[in-house]
């Protein structure tokens, strides 16, 4: 479980594809700390570590999550907001994510707005249902709240602080990014669903 507060943005140094999928490797400052089998969120996507170093760490991509994630159109050097694990006794500060990549979204537009910045994200079809205004969307693994949502496109408010640190400041119009959904709204769609014979 994670809570979408993005501890540093690191880069991918390689990613090596094989007929079983890819091996990702990221840099980031935490890599000597971890612990092989850790769960490490990586732009948004619940990754394992199976190995590590004083550079970073690795971590095996499945064909599905190759299928899900834009990994395999992001080369080496594209940055990636990393999050580590939360810890029972850490303050929730952003919301519950669970590092599973619903979907890529779009970015339309990241525009100068006051202090900040003003966020469109184009959701595909399967998502729309499960986004509403002021509720939360993992977009890169940021959990962020949604200011306005009309015919498909999410809008965000981008806080200065939250530009800088994040992944952000190097994505353009037309990119690709990885989208969670809230979990309770998944729950509170299978709850609602009519129960199966």
């Known amino acids: 479980m994670f809570t979408g507060l993005v501890s540093e943005v690191g880069k991918i140094l390689s990613i090596d594809e094989s007929a079983q999928g890819a091996r990702l490797r990221v840099l980031a400052s935490f890599g000597a700390d971890l612990e092989i089998g850790e769960s490490v969120a990586v732009s948004g996507c619940c990754l394992t570590a199976v190995e590590r170093d004083g550079s970073g760490f690795a971590a095996d991509l499945s064909p599905e999550t190759l299928r899900r994630t834009a990994f395999g159109t992001w080369g080496p050097g594209a940055p990636v907001n990393l999050e580590r694990a939360m810890r029972l006794q850490d303050r929730l500060g952003g919301h519950i994510v669970q590092g599973h990549v619903d979907g890529l979204g779009q970015l339309e537009c ?85 129960e199966e014979a």
């Open 110 to 194: 990241l525009l100068p707005e006051g202090d900040g910045y003003r966020l469109r994200i184009a959701v595909p079809a399967q998502l729309r249902r499960y986004i509403a205004q002021k509720g939360s969307l993992t977009v890169n693994g940021i959990s962020l709240t949604v200011a306005d949502y009309a015919e498909g496109t999410a809008s965000f408010a981008i806080i200065p602080h939250t530009y800088r640190n994040t992944d952000l400041l190097a994505r353009a119009a037309g990119d690709d990014v990885h989208l969670e959904v809230d979990v309770i709204a998944r729950y509170l769609e299978a709850l609602h669903r009519p």
